[in-house]
């Protein structure tokens, strides 16, 4: 996303429909948890505009507002101030929301930004720290949040991405046990890709970016990623010669990367299990439909069969949020009607934009460059 564009033209409203509407979608598709690294904090209302939406919508959210550079005058200091005040917000008293920080500024803040934001995360117990790392051409690596002590701590710091991950940063993330967030959609969209970060699975769990560009169905992200494995996996020993005969991921893994991998990111092991004293999330899939006849491996037929259409029921926090597969929330209409006016608006501003080719350098070290386009149909041209 442009935030310097989005900052400019999206207003509380919009923030609200968009967030209210994202939440649903992730509930309906079975997502009872997230981690929001929240972008549309462009202003003070627009942060209330985001979090009273995530709360209505009944989701289980690590609602983590993003600290960025913004030229509409709402600065470092302003969301500072902003951060300080949902410290202690009514709002989050109800359990199934609590308060974190994004934060994509610790390569390039001043020493005294990142000490300040940091004591905050520690001063007040924030739930968890996010942040984005690529690594490779896009710079940036884990050493430098070693250096800084944040890795090495009690609060969780998710990174999402690490699509170049080197060795050392591997071995960080395992000696101080903290997590990366891969979003295999998002990454083969975006031209990030998977060079590494697919050999720190057992530190790692999945995501979905974002959910004005990518579904949120977890599933789907994992069938996605389980046969991006196999396929980077079976190529290795094609690439030695060699006809693979064994399996090199399985569905249970899979499984356990949009499940009990989350909650070890996160370190709530009582939001991943079924027992006394656990949080009452659950998903109840229909195995009525024809993909869903006659398994006999219930993983395997969630992983490789199942669809959103599959989900019945949903519960959160011991409370109904998709009953009978129908959405339990009681204002759709009014949301869809308001979403679809703001959908328009906006659409037709950026449909009128001007978007500048990307030139020279990214970052100022990395040259831009272009892809190879695919086209499907005869003739000259890539109908691009």
């Known amino acids: 996303m442009d935030l310097q564009a989005a900052a400019q033209h999206f207003n509380p409203d919009d923030i609200r429909v968009g967030q209210l509407a994202g939440c649903l979608e992730l509930l309906y598709a079975g997502t009872t948890t997230v981690i929001d690294h929240a972008h549309g904090d462009f202003s003070n209302e627009t942060m209330d505009a985001a979090l009273d939406a995530t709360l209505e919508s009944g989701i289980r959210s690590f609602s983590a507002p993003a600290i960025h550079e913004l030229g509409n005058g709402y600065s470092i200091e302003d969301q500072r101030y902003k951060l300080l005040s949902l410290v202690d917000d009514p709002r989050l008293d109800n359990g199934t929301v609590t308060l974190g920080l994004a934060y994509d500024r610790f390569y390039m803040a001043p020493q005294t930004e990142v000490d300040s934001f940091w004591n905050i995360v520690r001063s007040y117990n924030l739930s968890l720290v996010t942040s984005h790392f690529l690594g490779g051409p896009w710079s940036s690596n884990p050493q430098q949040l070693h250096e800084f002590g944040i890795l090495n701590t009690s609060t969780p710091v998710i990174l999402s991405h690490a699509s170049f991950i080197d060795a050392i940063g591997v071995e960080l993330l395992l000696q101080t046990n903290q997590y990366i967030s891969t979003t295999p959609e998002s990454e083969l969209h975006y031209g990030h890709m998977h060079p590494h970060s697919w050999q720190i699975q057992d530190q790692a769990s999945l995501g979905v970016d974002t959910h004005f560009t990518f579904s949120t169905d977890m599933i789907g992200q994992a069938r996605l990623w389980l046969q991006t494995l196999r396929g980077i996996e079976y190529r290795q020993a094609l690439d030695d010669l060699v006809i693979p005969r064994n399996n090199p991921m399985s569905v249970e893994q899979a499984f356990l990367l949009i499940t009990r991998n989350g909650a070890l990111a996160l370190r709530r092991p009582d939001i991943d299990m ?55 929330f009681e204002n759709y209409a009014n949301l869809r009607r308001d979403f679809l006016a703001s959908a328009e608006r906006i659409q037709g501003i950026w ?28 003739g000259p041209g890539t109908r691009y």
């Open 274 to 328: 079924i027992k006394e004293g656990a949080k009452a999330d659950l998903i109840v899939f229909d195995t009525d439909a024809p993909n869903m006849l006659g398994w006999d491996d219930p993983i395997a037929a969630i992983i490789l069969h199942s669809n959103v259409g599959d989900i019945r029921d949903v519960m959160v926090d011991g409370k109904f949020v998709k009953r009978d597969g129908r959405l339990t």
């Open 351 to 378: 449909n009128e934009r001007q978007w500048e080719s990307l030139q020279g350098l990214y970052e100022g070290v990395t040259p831009y460059g272009d892809a190879d386009q695919i086209d499907v149909q005869r």
